[in-house]
C-alpha cells in the first residue's frame, strides 16, 4: 500500500466508489436494466481499479509481462477510467433509450387497435 497519495489516485478513488453504490443503489432498487450479471461485472471492473490505485505495482507486473518496458502508471489509469466511465454512461443511455422506444411503439399499437375489441 502506497504511503502517499498522487492526486489521480484519489480522483480514481473517488469514481471507482461512486460508480460501485450507485451500481448497487441501482440494483437493490430494482432499476430497470439493472442485472446481477451487470453488478458483477461493475464490481470486477471498478474494484480493479481501486486495487490498482492501492497497489500500483501491480502494473509493472502486468507490464513486464505484456512487455513494456515504460511504466506510465498515471496515463493508462486514468485513459482506463475514462473509457470505462464512458463504456457504462453509454450501456447505460442506450438501455433508457431502448425502453422508451418499447414503451412508445406499445402505446402506439394499443392506439390504434379498435375500441370494441378490448
Not at 473517488?14 to 432499476?31: D, E, I, P, R, W
Not at 480493479?48 to 505495482?57: A, H, L, S, W, Y
Request: net charge positive; proline share 3%.
Amino acid at each position: 500500500m502506497p504511503t502517499t497519495f498522487h492526486l489521480y489516485q484519489i480522483i480514481v478513488l473517488a469514481v471507482s466508489f461512486f460508480m460501485l453504490y450507485q451500481g448497487t443503489t441501482n440494483f437493490f432498487k430494482g432499476k430497470s436494466g439493472q442485472t446481477l450479471f451487470k453488478l458483477l461485472v461493475r464490481y470486477a471492473v471498478w474494484g480493479g481499479m481501486i486495487v490498482v490505485t492501492f497497489f500500483p505495482n501491480i502494473t509493472f507486473l502486468i507490464a513486464k509481462s505484456v512487455g513494456i518496458i515504460d511504466n506510465i502508471n498515471a496515463v493508462i489509469l486514468t485513459g482506463f477510467l475514462l473509457i470505462f466511465l464512458m463504456i457504462f454512461k453509454l450501456l447505460s443511455a442506450i438501455e433508457r433509450l431502448e425502453q422508451n422506444i418499447s414503451e412508445l411503439t406499445r402505446k402506439e399499437a394499443l392506439k390504434d387497435l379498435p375500441k370494441n375489441n378490448l
